[in-house]
């Protein structure tokens, strides 16, 4: 499949927004939220790729571990090449459970080459009140390799300093036990829209009754609970009812670029007004290539190399291309395929015709 195609294939996918989505994919609960926990631990067991001794906090991490253990090391024999330090991290989700486990990210802060084939020793994840909530340790699965070579060189797959531990934290202390709902609901939606706001309420009280749901703001869908549903055992159902309303969300006009790869990304509600195009491309070509000038017999000259340069410019035919009135996604795509030209150059033409004011869109350049 050719770049172009697959960037086609994206835009199409992209209108695939329009369809309807899920309450529960859209907002959440307001009251049933996430905490993110942080810790320091060690590496182990890693193959010479871990940090050097110019890592002092390392070193140092090392000594206070093995004077826990009895042990009394000096501090010039300590070698660190299968040690690394790094951080460990989570996200705990509320109302967990002691005992709970939890998928834990660890990611090296020194000068280690790779985590791949590491262990995380025993390491406490704290909250941002210093408590501590969780307790991780196990083997990384890291997701790729690095085989370094020598001068420097080597083969690398993927980025092996970061891995993560599935379940490898456990839960020690359980976090909001009890589930209470008032009379009164907030749901937040996870994008900003006054639009997708509105629909979602639409179609609360269209299920439940007017005066249900209203939006309080851009964020915000208040929701009343229904008389019928007041009492413990029908509160539940009615939020689950609520959570499977589908809702068709608003999407803004964005076209995003990422002009590191070639990616072009556009939205469902893009347009471009007519417009006329014309693109080239211009290379130029130096070529250098030495000249040996040998003196003439018994002149008691020298032999001189002598650069001979040449440059050479290519130019491909440019045409002016007219694109028309494109008011969806495939017709933005059919417009852009018109031209011929590669994704780098469509970057390139997208960026003109925003700045003409021809693209009906935010562009947003990663």
């Known amino acids: ?17 329009l369809a309807q989505v899920r309450v529960k994919d859209l907002a959440r609960l307001q009251g049933i939220e996430s905490e993110q926990i942080v810790g320091y631990g060690l590496v182990t067991g890693l193959n ?3 940090d050097t ?6 070193i140092q991490s090392v000594l206070n571990m093995l004077q826990r253990f009895g042990l009394n090391v000096p501090r010039q024999y300590i070698r660190m090449r299968n040690v690394a330090a790094v951080m460990v991290t989570a996200e705990v989700p509320s109302y967990v459970q002691k005992g709970d486990r939890l998928t834990v990210t660890v990611s090296s802060i020194g000068d280690a080459r790779s985590l791949e084939g590491g262990v995380l020793l025993m390491t406490p994840l704290v909250n941002s009140q210093g408590e501590v909530v969780a307790m991780a340790q196990g083997a990384l699965s890291v997701g790729g390799f690095s085989v370094p070579t020598t001068g ?14 599935p379940n490898g934290a456990v839960v020690q202390v359980s976090k909001n036990g009890a589930f209470a709902l008032g009379d009164t609901l907030q749901l937040s939606l996870k994008d900003k829209d ?8 639409e179609a609360i009280n269209q299920r439940f009754g007017e005066g249900t749901a209203r939006p309080v703001n851009p964020y915000t869908v208040q929701v009343v609970v229904p008389g019928d549903y007041r009492d ?16 068709v969300p608003d999407v803004p006009a964005r076209v995003v670029i990422n002009e590191r790869t070639g990616t072009v990304v556009v939205g469902g509600n893009v347009k471009i007004l007519p417009a006329a195009v014309a ?28 650069p001979n340069t040449q440059a050479t410019v290519y130019q491909d035919e440019g045409r002016m291309v007219t694109i028309e009135n494109a008011t969806t996604v495939q ?3 059919q417009a852009l395929n018109s031209l011929g030209v590669m994704p780098r150059d469509i970057i390139a033409i997208l960026q003109a015709l925003k700045a003409v004011g021809a693209l009906q869109a935010e562009l947003i350049v990663m």
């Open 232 to 247: 413990v055992e029908t509160r539940f159902s009615f939020l689950s009812e609520v959570e499977q309303l589908e809702v």
């Open 152 to 165: 420097g060189g080597g083969v690398r797959q993927n980025h092996t300093l970061t891995g993560r531990i």
């Open 53 to 58: 001794r110019r890592v002092a906090f390392t």
């Open 279 to 306: 693109h080239g491309n211009l290379s130029v070509e130096i070529r250098s290539e030495p000249i040996i000038s040998q003196p003439a017999p018994f002149s008691q000259g020298q032999t001189v190399v002598l």
């Open 48 to 50: 010479g790729t871990g």
């Open 1 to 17: 499949m050719k770049r172009w195609q697959i960037m086609a294939f994206m835009l199409l996918m992209a209108s695939a927004l």
């Open 331 to 333: 017709e933005v795509t």
């Open 194 to 201: 006054l639009t997708t706001a509105q629909r979602v309420a």
